[in-house]
């Protein structure tokens, strides 16, 4: 038996007026889809896994339709390293011959794309984990015969995907492609960047978000003072016209000016390593990575984001604690 003066009533009047608050938000969010790029140290970091995996969790909750696309770069290193093969890249894309192309589909499906599955499903069943060659999802041609089986996407086809998500299903794919040379049988390796922007135009997302190892998107790279809190696609066009930008950077940025082009209104680039940066960043005034707006929606880009500052707080603090 319990008594009512032992129940901490104040706390569970908080929890409600943090709810109440964030209505507004809820309500335009209910039925949007989201596509998240995840990869880097928020993979490979069992804490900040769950973290992550707590934030798309709540996300769902509220209504919102996350879809995961992710690669496993770090990991494959380690596989092929532990199977004496050397790792190969050329202008940052990896060198994948038939050899190194059955290692890729084993880590991306066996190991990285089930573990993501389960951490997920740790909550219930709620998600199905995918390769971007099922269903003919995407289609890819080879880039170059020096790269050998990396590959250029030249068609999304969204029914599997959209499937999943009228099935209240999270989609989490992994980024392969099939051949789109009906002659060829073989899969393809696709840049995880280039695959999420493919995926998120497709489906015409509502956003994009690239959780990566640093703070956003800077002009001038490491200075922190040079973060960027927000910019239009037209100012992005003219960084990478400028040379600035790092090149590890550019895949996603391309990525973004393509979702982008195709009518997406916002992406979003954070540090994926910040506990709950997905809650930070979309429901927060100040955000805590670069968004990046359209051109015609210019003044989505002057730091105007959510209107209700603090929500994100309030929701993390009363989340159960490990």
């Known amino acids: 038996m319990q008594y009512a003066k032992d129940i901490d009533r104040a706390g569970g009047e908080e929890r409600a007026h943090t709810l109440i608050q964030g209505l507004p938000w809820i309500k335009s969010a209910t039925g949007k889809t989201i596509v998240i790029k995840y990869g880097g140290a928020a993979m490979e970091n069992a804490e900040l896994m769950t973290s992550v995996m707590t934030d798309i969790l709540l996300l769902k909750l509220i209504g919102v339709n996350p879809v995961i696309v992710h690669g496993g770069g770090k990991a494959i290193n380690r596989m092929l390293a532990a ?3 050397e790792s190969v890249f050329e202008g940052g894309l990896r060198v994948t011959d038939d050899a190194t192309m059955d290692i ?5 499906k066996g190991q990285v794309n089930s573990q993501l599955v389960n951490e997920l499903n740790l909550h219930g069943n709620i998600a199905v984990g995918m390769c971007g060659n099922d269903a003919g999802t995407l289609k890819a041609v080879p880039i170059s015969p020096e790269l050998g089986r990396v590959g250029h996407i030249v068609e999304v086809d969204t029914r599997h995907v959209e499937d999943l998500i009228e099935g209240n299903y999270i989609p989490i794919i992994a980024s392969l492609a099939a051949a789109a040379d009906p002659h060829d049988e073989g899969v393809f390796n696709i840049n995880a960047d280039v695959a999420a922007g493919e995926i998120a135009a497709a489906i015409h997302a509502h956003k994009i978000i690239f959780l990566t190892d640093v703070d956003g998107l800077y002009e001038n790279y490491p200075d922190p003072g040079s973060l960027i809190a927000s910019m239009t696609q037209e100012d992005v066009e003219g960084l990478i016209d400028s040379g600035k930008l790092a090149s590890g950077m550019i895949p996603k940025i391309r990525a ?5 082009g195709e009518g997406i209104p916002r992406a979003h680039i ?3 390593t910040i506990p709950h940066a997905l809650l930070l960043e979309l429901l ?3 955000g805590i990575g670069t968004m990046i707006a359209r051109s015609d929606n210019a003044d989505d880009a002057k730091l105007k984001r959510h209107a209700l500052a603090g929500i ?7 989340l159960p604690k490990e």
């Open 83 to 85: 199977l004496g093969i």
């Open 104 to 108: 890729v589909q084993m880590v991306l």
């Open 256 to 260: 973004c000016t393509h979702a982008l």
């Open 270 to 272: 954070i540090n994926g």
């Open 284 to 286: 927060t005034d100040q």
């Open 312 to 318: 994100a707080t309030r929701l993390i603090e009363n």
